[in-house]
């Protein structure tokens, strides 16, 4: 089972990036989390095939996301992006298994 990650790149302080990824099948659970040089991977934010989400602290109000069911994907706009959310950004995907996607790079610079 794979995940198909997309999106990423490298942007200035203050603006904008979306992720995408798409599931190969059905999962209850689906989001991000991000592992910066040095640091622990941490969450970033999940939802659940009701709508429901949970954020970071450090991103609520700056990033949204959201999921089609239809297509078994899940977006993360990335907005007023800072210097300190430049990660990996890994997708995550949970039906009584966990799966990983590979990782997209996200730099945000000064």
């Known amino acids: 089972v794979q995940l198909q990650a997309s999106g990423g790149g490298s942007v200035q302080a203050g603006g904008s990036l979306r992720l995408s990824c798409e599931a190969p099948?059905?999962?209850?659970?689906m989001g991000w989390y991000r592992q910066a040089p040095g640091k622990q991977r941490e969450l970033v934010a999940l939802i659940n095939s009701g709508g429901a989400t949970n954020y970071a602290d450090s991103v609520r109000g700056r990033f949204s996301i959201s999921r089609d069911n239809a297509k078994i994907a899940v977006d993360l706009l990335m907005n007023t992006l800072k210097v300190e959310d430049t990660a990996v950004y890994y997708c995550?995907?949970?039906?009584?298994?966990?799966?990983w996607g590979r990782g997209t790079q996200v730099t945000v610079s000064s």
């Open positions: 995550v995907a949970r039906q009584q298994i966990e799966v």
């Open positions: 099948g059905f999962f209850n659970i």
